[in-house]
């Protein structure tokens, strides 16, 4: 333990933290139309990411991280989303990652942490391939979409199901090494093009007992981390954590759209207001701010809401910030169409911020976690007593 304490420095403020954020997200703008242009992170985004120290806010303090709450990792991904989505999408996926990391058994938290207080992976959520119980472990083959930040990964956390001697399915998330899977190139998609979600390619990979979750435990915010690690960072259910570090990125840009059409009838008007500046553009305008600062204000409460019950939250909690998540996806993407759309033709060129704004957040609101409807029905459902399908809540 003598090298992880060494690691131990000040944690920074908050505010500081969201000013480290706010620059770095100017850097994601830039690096956008590269990011596009290769379907993946550019290195530079990433090492400028690494650089930053952000990616230690959820890190527990014993292996050198900041351990800071909720509600920091709330106004850094936000702040990091007003950038660029994509780089943004993987910036928070990482660091959310490394939280995880820390829900693992302590063995697995040494191995991961013992040279540096990070490290970079993706989590692919849909338990796909096959799981065969071995002496000491377990037998992991097959095929995981999805896999956001595999790009410059060092770990891997895919998830399975576990078939029980009792026949009892247990839906499982392993953690193994970069080095032991192989990636294909499959991201050819027309939104969030600069995360190079590829897919991952596992055969015949020996995972050992100390390298997997319960995932139930981790959503209900009781996974074998919470007794090596007593701060309440730990026995947060995973839910609201995973879908705020994919919501952000969606609000983030929709304030990001709103400052640039602004800017755009700020333009006009010193022009001598010849085009789309009228009643109709204020109008346009205030609806937009307005509906932004209700997203913001939503989220707002439901991160207090989670650090005020965390592990003593119920089903309904978590259905109905799911709902709440999935809300605010679908009003950012509304604001960022609309605003597009009062913006003229010229924000629909390729390279135009707004217009890959658009695209990219109707790829994030086509997400599972992100399904309205299904979201809605899933908490009425629960509202009623009624039995619910599902592994997220």
Not at 326 to 351: P, T, W
Not at 356 to 367: F, K, L, P, Q
Request: proline content about 5%; glycine content about 8%; charged content about 25%.
């Amino acid at each position: 333990m003598t090298k992880q304490r060494d690691m131990i420095s000040p944690v920074p403020t908050k505010s500081d933290l969201v000013e480290r954020a706010r620059e770095l997200a100017k850097l994601f703008a830039q690096e956008a139309d590269e990011a596009e242009n290769i379907r993946r992170p550019t290195d530079r985004a990433v090492e400028a990411l690494c650089s930053s120290e952000l990616l230690k806010i959820l890190v527990p303090r014993v292996y050198g991280g900041f351990e800071c709450d909720f509600d920091t990792f709330f106004e850094v991904g936000l702040a990091l989303s007003e950038g660029d989505a994509s780089l943004a999408w993987v910036s928070n996926f990482y660091i959310e990652h490394v939280w995880i990391f820390s829900l693992f058994p302590k063995e697995l938290q040494d191995e991961v942490f013992a040279d540096r207080s990070y490290a970079l992976a993706p989590s692919m959520l849909s338990p796909n391939g096959k799981v065969t119980r071995v002496d000491g472990g377990y037998r992991l083959n097959g095929r995981w979409s999805w896999s956001t930040g595999i790009m410059h990964a060092e770990w891997i956390l895919p998830s399975a199901i576990v078939v029980q001697e009792d026949g009892k399915k247990i839906p499982m998330m392993f953690a193994l090494p970069r080095s032991e899977v192989e990636v294909e190139d499959v991201w050819f998609i027309d939104g969030m093009r600069g995360t190079g979600s590829n897919d991952v390619i596992i055969e015949d990979v020996f995972v050992p007992d100390g390298r997997l979750v319960p995932f139930q435990d981790m959503v209900e915010g009781k996974a074998p981390g919470v007794k090596q690690h007593p701060g309440p960072l730990y026995k947060t259910p995973m839910l609201p954590m995973l879908a705020l570090a994919a919501a952000m990125p969606a609000l983030g840009q929709a304030r990001a759209a709103l400052r640039m059409y602004k800017e755009k009838l700020e333009e006009r008007l010193e022009n001598g207001g010849t085009r789309r500046v009228g009643s109709a553009s204020y109008m346009r305008l205030a609806h937009a701010e307005v509906r932004v600062e209700q997203t913001y204000s939503m989220l707002s409460n439901l991160v207090k809401e989670v650090m005020e019950i965390r592990e003593k939250s119920t089903r309904t909690d978590r259905t109905r910030w799911a709902v709440q998540l999935a809300y605010a996806v679908d009003q950012s993407k509304r604001v960022i169409g609309d605003l597009c759309e009062a913006a003229g033709a010229s924000s629909h060129f390729e390279k135009n911020r707004m217009g890959r704004a658009v695209r990219d957040i109707n790829t994030v609101g086509s997400h599972i976690v992100f399904d309205l409807d299904a979201r809605l029905e899933l908490h009425g459902t629960q509202l009623l007593g009624q039995e619910i399908p599902g592994i997220l809540v």
